[in-house]
């Protein structure tokens, strides 16, 4: 939705959804940006392909050019993050399912099959993922990592087993901004896969049709209207699959040619009646997998369905004539011409005149992962070191539990499509925002002001007192709520608002800025606990309304 339509939303009559008037568009295209690069260009860049834009982030990138900033996002340097550990309690007893395991160490490697363990360990890995995403690097990573997750939408829960899906999940990480045919490819065969479209079912004698259709239809080549594969491309793509099994002793993904179909299978016209000829022996899965992924990425439509989920994610929902002629096909050119590498579309288009086009700034409500993520991040919320991960994991399934609350649960979507606010027309985005979803995301932003969240007398809280010092010129209450709405907010809020909530939050209701200046001042030099106190409240009742506020859902 456009910046300017988020005040005028209303109620629909479909159940706790929101409409909103439809936003003017661009004709802005992919040629590159010369415009000025200011903290506001830097902070769109970084709330788009990070969670959150914290300052110290801000500081650094405004300090070089946009092209060795873009260049910087889409070339992390991090090393991975640790695996999950055992934080959650069974019994230490001999020949109890996860005995072997002490606590604090992971449980990545070892082999259990027991339900109820792996119940524990999928939530420990929910809990690991939301630190991974609050202890991000300087890079746009977490952001790819939860973009391929959405878009391979395997739900954690009909997996079961845990550790397949931090496997899924290394797997994806190990590729998220190298190639995408690989990454497919790694995809096909990995046994959370296998094991969540019914792969591993899949024989000669009775193809399973599940993983065929979906490859199509929702990783490579979409719904479109140029997406004209047949019903029998996908019972195709089906035999073409067969064989492939899980191993539950090594976890691995094997291939049993006895179980596959060497028949030769029949493409459509859409795939210029290719013929895929059987094979037998170990190497057949390979073989035809290889063939079939070559024929599927001949299609020209494969980079522009991909190019088409890169936009609505990083840049907006609605697609029109324009955009689809000025930016969409362009980048699927690019997409195409390098053989399927992710970071060249993504440099052009994070480097585009489009991206940082004014229309398309402060024009996405967050999602809960932006939110919560993005807020910690943004007022730099101290955490407990690593080591300490009894703290750090109850604190991340606090900060989890908020996110589920607000419809997001991560590695978790609601089926096979992923998460709706990306595909679902016509709201896209706007179904994060319910009767029932914003009283939630404004709890949780309520709590951590008011209250915040203790484990082992180690308190998770907003410190705004910390954040207004980071500012340029926190003793002036007009200079400190301008920076802080350049920091926090995508679009201005007018003078009369300003000045309304200066006198009642930050003045206490007095006429002159000597009020707040002074009561600064005076705890900075005197830093007691009653001076904090005064300074503190009334902070906390800006910050609290700011983020009450419906633009500050806005990304």
Not at 176 to 205: E, H, P, S, W
Not at 279 to 292: F, H, I, S, V
Not at 395 to 404: A, D, G, I, K, V
Not at 409 to 437: K, L
Request: charged share 20%.
């Amino acid at each position: 939705m456009d910046r300017r339509d988020f005040l005028t939303a209303k109620k629909s009559k479909k159940a706790g959804a929101v409409t909103f008037a439809s936003p003017a568009r661009t004709l802005s295209g992919i040629n590159p940006y010369t415009g000025p690069w200011t903290t506001n260009e830097v902070i769109h860049l970084l709330k788009r392909t990070m969670f959150g834009a914290k300052k110290v982030d801000v500081d650094y990138f405004v300090s070089r050019s946009m092209s060795q900033s873009v260049d910087e996002l889409l070339s992390p340097t991090a090393p991975d993050p640790n695996p999950p550990v055992k934080e959650y309690v069974t019994s230490t007893q001999p020949g109890t399912p996860d005995s072997n395991i002490a606590q604090g160490t992971t449980w990545v490697n070892d082999i259990n099959g027991d339900g109820t363990v792996q119940s524990q360990r999928r939530s420990s890995y929910k809990k690991w993922w939301t630190g991974v995403m609050i202890n991000q690097d300087r890079s746009i990573k977490e952001k790819m990592q939860f973009f391929w997750i959405d878009h391979f939408g395997n739900e954690a829960g009909d997996v079961g087993n845990a550790n397949w899906v931090y496997k899924q999940h290394t797997t994806i990480r190990q590729n998220c901004l190298g190639n995408f045919k690989q990454l497919v490819r790694d995809m096909t065969v990995d046994i959370a896969m296998l094991r969540y479209l019914n792969g591993y079912l899949n024989t000669a004698t009775a193809p399973d049709e599940n993983y065929g259709r979906e490859l199509q239809e929702l990783f490579t080549l979409g719904k479109g209207p140029d997406s004209k594969y047949t019903e029998q491309d996908v019972k195709e793509a089906a035999k073409v699959l067969t064989g492939w099994q899980i191993n539950g002793t090594t976890y691995q993904a094997v291939f049993t040619s006895s179980r596959h179909s060497t028949v030769s299978k029949q493409f459509s016209s859409f795939y210029n009646n290719t013929l895929i000829t059987g094979r037998t022996g170990a190497t057949a899965g390979d073989l035809e997998l290889n063939d079939m992924l070559n024929m599927i990425f001949a299609q020209n439509e494969v980079a522009k369905f991909i190019v088409r989920k890169f936009y609505r994610w990083f840049v907006y929902y609605d697609i029109d004539a324009t955009t689809e002629a000025n930016v969409i096909t362009p980048l699927a050119d690019i997409f195409r011409n390098n053989n399927y590498n992710i970071k060249p579309v993504l440099t052009t288009l994070f480097k585009s005149e489009h991206f940082y086009d004014v229309l398309n700034q402060g024009c996405v409500i967050k999602t809960p992962a932006d939110i919560v993520i993005g807020s910690m991040r943004e007022y730099d919320v101290k955490m407990p070191a690593l080591t300490d991960w009894d703290t750090n994991y109850g604190h991340w399934n606090t900060l989890y539990s908020f996110m589920f609350n607000m419809g997001l649960n991560i590695h978790d979507p609601a089926n096979v499509a992923g998460m709706p606010a990306y595909y679902q027309e016509p709201s896209f985005h706007e179904i994060w925002i319910t009767t029932d979803s914003l009283p939630k995301r404004n709890q949780f932003t309520d709590i951590m002001t008011n209250t915040g969240y203790t484990r082992n007398n180690i308190k998770m809280q907003f410190d705004f007192v910390a954040y207004a010092k980071t500012l340029s010129n926190p003793g002036n209450p007009n200079d400190l709520i301008d920076d802080a709405l350049k920091y926090l907010y995508r679009l201005n809020l007018s003078p009369q608002v300003k000045q309304q909530m200066k006198t009642q939050m930050l003045l206490s209701n007095q006429q002159y800025d000597y009020y707040w200046t002074n009561a600064w001042m005076a705890y900075i030099a005197s830093p007691t606990t009653a001076n904090f106190n005064i300074i503190n409240t009334r902070l906390k009742d800006l910050f609290r309304y700011l983020m009450n506020l419906s633009e500050y859902q806005l990304s």
